[in-house]
C-alpha cells in the first residue's frame, strides 16, 4: 500500500496550492488576531489554523468564506490571488462625495450620514 502512495502522480496531486506559504498568516497579523481568536472566530480548532499556516495548504472549502469574513479580505485574496481591481470609470457626481466623505473621521461620517438621512426622508415624503 505504501508503494502506492509513493506514485510520483500522486504525490505530484498533493503539492501546495496556495502561492505564498504564509498568505493566512500574513491577513491575519494584519488584521491583528491571534491565531486562537481567528479559530474561535471561525469555529474551528487553533492548531487547524496553526497548521494551514505553517503548511501554506488552503483550508477546506467550508472555512474559506468564515476565514475571508474573520480578516476582512476576499476568498480569493485569502488563497493568495490578487484582489479583484476596482473599475476605474469617473463615478457619479454623489459616488465622487462619498467615496471623499469615506475618507473623514468616524464622527464626521455619522454627522454627514444623519444629515443624507433626514434630506431623503424630507424629499421622499417619509418621516426619519
Not at 505530484?12 to 481568536?37: D, F, H, N, W, Y
Not at 469574513?69 to 457626481?93: D, N, W, Y
Request: charged residues 20%; positive net charge.
Amino acid at each position: 500500500m505504501q508503494a502506492l502512495y509513493s506514485m510520483p502522480q500522486y504525490i505530484s496531486g498533493m503539492a501546495k496550492t496556495s502561492t505564498s506559504p504564509s498568505i493566512l498568516r500574513q491577513l491575519r497579523e494584519a488584521a491583528g488576531i491571534s491565531v486562537r481568536e481567528l479559530a474561535r472566530q471561525i469555529e474551528e480548532s487553533h492548531t487547524n489554523v496553526s497548521y494551514w499556516e505553517r503548511s501554506g495548504q488552503i483550508p477546506r472549502s467550508d472555512v474559506l468564506a468564515p476565514i475571508a469574513t474573520a480578516l476582512g479580505v476576499t476568498v480569493q485574496e485569502l488563497i493568495g490571488q490578487p484582489a479583484p481591481k476596482r473599475s476605474s470609470a469617473p463615478a457619479s457626481k454623489l459616488g465622487s462625495a462619498f467615496q471623499q466623505a469615506a475618507r473623514l473621521p468616524r464622527r464626521q461620517q455619522e454627522k454627514l450620514a444623519e444629515f443624507v438621512r433626514v434630506f431623503v426622508a424630507q424629499h421622499s415624503g417619509k418621516a426619519a
